[in-house]
């Protein structure tokens, strides 16, 4: 089993749509989490931190599951400028500078 | 502000040769990691450091080296370039607090080994 698992897709979402999308984990002991975003042959930017009482920047709002070990992030009236690769981060030490990355989904906003 | 900064940002190798893959950033990061990111998998942890003179392994270490002499310049050396280590390598920074702000990111070096 993969230690972050998500759903590869792809998406296509017409504009002004909402999308989820969820991540799963497997250490249980994991301290951070994240979701980068990343264009093509771009590098991952960071979109938001998750903490574990959810939280929202703008039109994007990310929840975290510690019983359950997932990670979902929703994406309102999306934007043709959204469509890229959403990647599900997670940090297992305090430091959280072992990072492990999902594969990412890919989204894909069509007009 | 540069941010992380990348060098170069293509390159070809042949099977046996090496080469060091530069990263340097100007936030004064205390934190910097080395990934590579392959088709069809996650970045994966190569090297990081924690400050300078300080670097540990991460989940692919083999066939690199790392050392930190100074905060800003966190180079990677390839020993003996082989087709395995074709891949997209990026550096990435992050400053001691803030645990919660994450890495930023290089654009990346991609390299390609004959």
């Known amino acids: 089993r993969k230690e972050?698992?998500?759903?590869p897709g792809p998406f296509n979402v017409p504009e002004g749509a909402t999308v989820a999308f969820n991540c799963t984990y497997s250490n249980s002991a994991s301290q951070s989490f994240?979701?980068?975003r990343q264009d093509c042959r771009k590098e991952p930017k960071l979109l938001m931190s998750v903490y574990s009482s959810g939280n929202e920047d703008g039109r994007f709002t990310a929840q975290l599951n510690r019983a359950s070990q997932y990670i979902s992030l929703l994406i309102r009236d999306s934007k043709l400028s959204d469509s890229a690769t959403y990647l599900c981060v997670v940090g297992s030490n305090f430091g959280n500078e072992k990072l492990t990355f999902g594969t990412g989904t890919r989204l894909?906003?069509?007009? | 502000n540069a941010g992380v900064t990348q060098t170069p940002k293509f390159q070809v190798l042949k099977t046996g040769q090496s080469m060091t893959l530069q990263c340097a950033q100007d936030m004064n990061h205390e934190y910097m990691s080395w990934y590579r990111q392959d088709p069809g998998m996650g970045l994966r942890l190569i090297h990081y450091s924690v400050g300078a003179g300080i670097t540990d392994q991460g989940e692919v270490p083999n066939g690199y080296n790392v050392s930190r002499s100074t905060t800003e310049d966190f180079p990677l050396r390839l020993l003996s370039a082989a087709p395995s280590?074709?891949?997209?390598?990026f550096c990435a920074s992050r400053g001691r607090t803030g645990r919660s702000h994450g890495y930023t990111f290089g654009s990346g070096t991609r390299l390609t080994v004959v």
């Open chain 1, 108 to 111: 894909t906003i069509i007009p």
């Open chain 1, 34 to 36: 994240f979701w980068y």
């Open chain 2, 85 to 89: 280590q074709t891949s997209v390598y």
């Open chain 1, 4 to 7: 972050v698992e998500q759903d």
